[in-house]
């Protein structure tokens, strides 16, 4: 017996496995062979193309597309609207499903309402992809961006918050009073 609420207008095809505790709502479709881990939340008007990979606690807001090849990790946010794409060059005429990039949207990164991420660019780890941002190169960890095409203008912190960081690399987290050390343009949380 499944141990997941799926709304009655949504369509499950076969060969899926869906974690536990997980809410399917209104008019969604999980295609054949993904992997939806505990405790995701798939909003109205959702697709989700074969052999999609979500972690867990994935927070997926309403008419949102992902499409093969995109593998999410856990605490992932999509915001409403947001879409993901699959082919560099697609044509309608010529088919390149043997073509699919991967796209890899680490642990806890956040993606805002209507924004494009172009297929083959990770998103790093706790990463804030401002809405309506359209990514085009791979995004390191903690990095906020936004426009079209997608610039950094700083870091956030694992709860969203901007970091400010010091002579010495060093940012605290106002929320929680973690500390984040920037070292060659890259960081990473060290308490």
């Given at each position: 017996?499944?141990?997941?609420?799926?709304?009655?207008?949504?369509?499950?095809?076969?060969?899926?496995?869906?974690?536990?505790?997980?809410?399917?709502?209104?008019?969604?479709?999980?295609?054949?062979?993904?992997?939806?881990?505990?405790?995701?939340?798939?909003?109205?008007?959702?697709?989700?193309?074969?052999?999609?990979?979500?972690?867990?606690?994935?927070?997926?807001?309403?008419?949102?597309?992902?499409?093969?090849?995109?593998?999410?990790?856990?605490?992932?946010?999509?915001?409403?609207?947001?879409?993901?794409?699959?082919?560099?060059?697609?044509?309608?005429?010529?088919?390149?499903?043997?073509?699919?990039?991967?796209?890899?949207?680490?642990?806890?990164?956040?993606?805002?309402?209507?924004?494009?991420?172009?297929?083959?660019?990770?998103?790093?780890?706790?990463?804030?992809?401002?809405?309506?941002?359209v990514v085009t190169k791979t995004i390191p960890a903690y990095a906020l961006v936004v426009g079209n095409p997608a610039k950094q203008?700083?870091?956030?912190?694992?709860?969203?918050?901007?970091?400010?960081?010091?002579?010495?690399?060093?940012a605290i987290c106002p929320e929680t009073g973690q500390e984040y050390l920037n070292s060659n343009n890259q960081v990473k949380r060290?308490?």
């Amino acid at each position: 017996m499944a141990n997941y609420f799926a709304h009655e207008t949504v369509i499950i095809d076969e060969g899926c496995n869906i974690g536990n505790d997980v809410k399917i709502w209104h008019f969604s479709h999980v295609m054949s062979n993904c992997i939806i881990g505990d405790k995701c939340n798939i909003g109205q008007n959702v697709v989700i193309s074969p052999e999609v990979i979500l972690g867990k606690n994935v927070k997926i807001q309403n008419n949102v597309s992902i499409y093969t090849g995109v593998i999410c990790e856990d605490d992932v946010f999509l915001g409403p609207s947001m879409v993901f794409t699959n082919v560099i060059n697609p044509r309608s005429a010529v088919n390149r499903k043997n073509e699919y990039a991967k796209t890899i949207v680490k642990k806890g990164a956040s993606i805002g309402a209507n924004a494009t991420i172009v297929c083959g660019h990770d998103i790093g780890e706790f990463a804030f992809i401002g809405a309506g941002a359209v990514v085009t190169k791979t995004i390191p960890a903690y990095a906020l961006v936004v426009g079209n095409p997608a610039k950094q203008i700083g870091w956030v912190s694992e709860y969203g918050h901007r970091l400010n960081f010091d002579e010495n690399g060093i940012a605290i987290c106002p929320e929680t009073g973690q500390e984040y050390l920037n070292s060659n343009n890259q960081v990473k949380r060290i308490k």
